[in-house]
């Protein structure tokens, strides 16, 4: 704890709510309250004072919208967090209490655009609370009564409050109940209705419920006093006919002062005289929230915002010659991400040896494995309706879980500080699998990936859904959007044809003659097998391309390092994967050698080589199991299962250490619309719904398993165009199934 010395804080300098606030980037806190905060400029800082008075009312969210709680001022000791002044979204979610529906939508009719807002004009002073939203908490005791209905509905009722003063024309909100926005009413749905969408004439509260349940105006009112003494009671937000403001000047003042005098207990005076005892204490660590918001398919434009942050930062990917501007890589954790060479001890703890840029460190393999190095961060990931929200933060806030490759004993215990992922696709040197450059990836099925990982030592394995999740939680954020290929497209449109084929023999060659636009297809640098057919390696395996020339007016040599070989007309040449150690001369953090966009160029994220793109690679935790006989009656479905500890792989066969997920996966191929929720399994995010575009939504492929039992890949390959992506699951083939682009990247395995 540092020494607290003469600090006086000013509402003029820190917007304060109640008795909390922040001083040269040093936070304050009121542990006794766990409150939930972030240290950066613009932050406003609620304390939880039982029974204190704030300032204004508390900021909540619901769904995405934000509403102020005006009618309690009262602040509870419960209902606290930090919310960005220039970012009114931010705010404590409202608890809705178990076995109650949770407000996790808000219809046609309210938007975004409906909220509270606290202005705060610099330059004059003036502060104002301007109010749209309302929050109605009702207790049984309010004046309800019966509303007109058709008189041939002889089974459901209305029950009404009159001039509330709510917009007609705007949903509302119901904890309980589902709103309807027509005014017809339905006998088999109890529900939140809009009433008459005259102007100045409707109902704020109008509900449409059985006569079975609540016969009468009195039963009603039971019911909503029962459900309040219980702890769940019935809430309702709605939108006000026209904003309300308040003039907050003088409640923001500058005589609302902390005078910390170097007691670690203070008396600190609210903006009414009272004065409230508080405990305090430093926070050294940066809490910064970095987001983004999608409100519906699209990746770029008016519906894609950065948030917290994250608003105004520019992250752009590089080559081998520019560095173009990227904020991310002096924000924490990106910019904690390094490539290190190092080991696993015996006691399951990495070693590093080097880190990139210091003595010792290489990337051959000589002093330890390449990996890369992660330092602990929290997300939060949810779905509101067609909306998406993703955000990281440097620590533990409400609503954040530790990023998946952090969680120890399945998170039971506190997490890791460091986690450590493969920089490299996994080849075999000496019969041991590693992660280093220079040497060409193995070609495997799931089943024979699993058992050269073993190689290394019982906790290896290949790629986690922890790490394959946790890659996209942190690209998603960085770049904005879901769409990572139109930020680097990676080796994902690259030549694999039956039609590419030799015009030109050739003796004791290095060389092979094919007919010029089939040649402008290839690159310098890129790996090429040739064989009598496609996929082939019967002439040449894993060779590099130096050069390709002009051979005469309608051919090309593309010509290729190793041994010298015999070609015949018509032998095939077929693109293959990059050998590891590409994107070694790219000088920006992320970004491919020569271009971004082309697709003909192997990419790296942060330290990791072929994030997605040039070949699959195999997830080792899951298997999917079909069901049904595939008959009108008995159509199949397909259902993921989750192994928590990998190592108990048992060769392709699902044993009684998986778990079944709560949700099955689609039934034919298509683009990613939603990524499946299992809440005990939450890192678990496979393709759960299609319907998307190649530029929509998740924006990558997913193929449907093809045979009763299949092993998940992710990623695409050097052919895959727009299917590729790190959110493309591969889910078509048996764990014994190989093919000439399916790999593998080692993992580790801690307990």
Not at 59 to 88: C, F, H, R, W
Request: net charge negative; charged share 15%; proline share 5%.
């Amino acid at each position: 704890m540092s020494e607290i010395n003469d600090i006086r804080l000013k509402a003029k300098d820190y917007q304060i709510k109640g008795a909390l606030a922040k001083r040269n980037n040093k936070l304050i806190t009121n542990l006794e309250q766990n409150v939930t905060s972030q240290t950066d400029t613009g932050v406003v800082y609620a304390a939880a004072v039982p029974g204190g008075v704030l300032p204004y009312a508390e900021v909540t969210s619901i769904g995405g919208m934000t509403y102020k709680n005006e009618d309690a001022l009262t602040l509870q000791a419960s209902a606290v967090t930090a919310v960005q002044s220039n970012s009114p979204q931010e705010g404590n979610t409202l608890t809705i209490p178990p076995g109650v529906r949770a407000l996790d939508s808000y219809g046609d009719g309210i938007s975004q655009t409906d909220s509270n807002l606290v202005t705060w004009d610099v330059s004059t002073g003036t502060k104002t609370y301007q109010q749209i939203v309302k929050r109605i908490v009702l207790d049984g005791t309010e004046s309800w009564s019966v509303g007109g209905i058709d008189p041939s509905i002889t089974d459901f009722t209305r029950y009404v409050i009159l001039d509330m003063k709510c917009n007609p024309l705007k949903a509302k909100l119901c904890s309980h109940f589902a709103y309807d926005s027509g005014s017809a009413y339905h006998a088999d749905e109890n529900a939140l209705y809009s009433g008459d969408t005259t102007p100045g004439a409707g109902y704020a509260l109008d509900f449409g419920v059985s006569k079975t349940a609540w016969e009468t105006v009195d039963a009603w009112k039971t019911y909503l006093a029962e459900q309040n003494a219980s702890g769940t009671p019935v809430t309702v937000v709605y939108v006000l006919p026209e904003a309300v403001e308040t003039d907050l000047s003088d409640l923001l003042s500058d005589d609302n002062l902390i005078n910390v005098d170097g007691a670690t207990t203070v008396t600190a005076v609210n903006a009414y005289g009272q004065a409230v005892p508080m405990s305090i204490t430093y926070q050294n660590r940066p809490g910064e929230v970095y987001g983004v918001r999608f409100e519906g398919s699209a990746n770029s434009g008016a519906t894609v915002t950065r948030l917290y942050n994250a608003v105004g930062l520019v992250a752009s990917v590089g080559t081998d010659t520019e560095t173009p501007q990227n904020d991310f890589d002096s924000i924490y954790p990106w910019s904690a991400r390094r490539r290190c060479c190092g080991y696993w001890d015996e006691s399951g703890n990495f070693v590093v040896n080097a880190y990139k840029g210091e003595p010792g460190y290489v990337e051959d393999g000589s002093n330890g494995e390449v990996w890369v190095e992660h330092s602990l961060f929290y997300y939060r990931h949810i779905y509101d309706g067609d909306a998406e929200e993703i955000a990281i933060s440097a620590t533990p806030l409400t609503g954040y879980s530790p990023a998946p490759i952090f969680l120890k004993n399945e998170g039971q215990d506190a997490p890791y500080q460091k986690a450590y992922t493969a920089a490299y696709p996994m080849a075999l040197v000496d019969a041991k699998p590693t992660s280093r450059t220079g040497v060409f990836p193995n070609i495997y099925s799931l089943n024979s990936a699993m058992t050269d990982a073993k190689k290394a030592g019982d906790a290896y394995i290949v790629t986690t859904c922890a790490e394959q999740y946790t890659e996209c939680l942190y690209m998603w954020v960085e770049f904005a959007t879901r769409d990572v290929q139109t930020v680097m497209k990676g080796a994902t449109s690259m030549p694999y044809s039956d039609s590419d084929t030799a015009t030109v023999a050739g003796t004791n060659t290095n060389q092979i003659i094919v007919a010029t636009a089939t040649a402008a297809d290839y690159v310098v640098g890129q790996t090429i097998g040739i064989g009598t057919s496609l996929g082939g390696s019967q002439i040449a395996e894993n060779r590099i391309v130096t050069a390709i020339t002009a051979y005469d007016e309608s051919n090309s040599a593309i010509t290729f390092d190793g041994a010298a070989v015999d070609i015949a007309v018509g032998n095939i040449v077929w693109t293959a994967g990059y050998i590891n150690g590409t994107c070694n001369s790219v000088i920006a953090s992320s970004g491919s050698p020569t271009s971004n966009t082309s697709g003909k160029y192997n990419c790296v994220y942060r330290g990791k080589e072929s994030p997605y793109g040039n070949v699959f690679n195999y997830i080792s935790d899951i298997l999917v199991q079909r069901a049904g006989d595939g008959t009108e009656d008995s159509p199949y479905t397909y259902t993921p299962y989750y192994l928590p500890d990998p190592t108990k792989y048992a060769n392709g066969t699902i044993t009684e250490d998986y778990v079944a997920l709560q949700y099955n996966i689609p039934s034919r191929d298509g683009y990613a619309k939603k990524l499946g929720i299992d809440s005990r399994y939450p890192w678990v995010r496979i393709t759960s719904e299609i319907g998307a575009g190649s530029t929509t939504y998740y924006s990558d492929y997913y193929y449907y398993p093809r045979y009763e039992l299949c092993a998940a890949r992710v990623g695409g390959y050097w052919n895959a165009g727009s299917y590729a992506g790190p959110c493309c699951w591969h889910c078509a083939h048996a764990p014994s199934s190989t093919g000439v682009y399916y790999r593998a990247r080692l993992s580790y395995h801690r307990k």
